[in-house]
């Protein structure tokens, strides 16, 4: 079981792990070897709490699917083993980032000065506003 937190963890028999060919610089042997990534994570399959799989979906994030598979590419580095770890790494953080509740907003007031910063903002603005208007001819 590889730890998320201190009460959730992760099956590793549920990743699924595929090779495919990296993209980009490398010369020769990028043509060759399989180097890239691609973890999937099916999080509706998972052995998580509800609550925790509703965190996840509510992420918004790019990486994971509508259907709830989380899918990560790695091709950072040329070597498969550190592109895995690289991979396995970046899911641990998405869902830590799930795992910890955001901060509770608290109310505040503006400041008194603050106030009347602004109040002389729209004074100043709404006399540059008169002076656009028709002269008036006497």
């Keep these: 079981m590889i730890p998320i937190t201190d009460t959730l963890s992760l099956d590793p028999d549920d990743l699924s792990y595929g090779m495919i060919r990296a993209q980009g610089s490398g010369g020769q042997n990028v043509n060759k070897v399989s180097s890239a990534v691609h973890l999937r994570y099916d999080l509706a399959n998972a052995a998580l709490p509800q609550w925790f799989k509703d965190a996840v979906m509510a992420l918004g994030d790019h990486r994971v699917t509508q259907a709830g598979v989380i899918i990560i590419k790695a091709q950072s580095f040329r070597s498969q083993e550190k592109n895995r770890g690289d991979a396995l790494d970046r899911l641990l953080a998405l869902l830590r980032t799930a795992a910890t509740p ?15 910063r602004r109040v002389q903002r729209k004074v100043a603005h709404g006399q540059t506003k008169r002076l656009r208007g028709r002269v008036q001819d006497d």
């Design 102 to 116: 955001a901060a509770p907003r608290h109310a505040t007031r503006p400041t008194r000065a603050s106030q009347r």
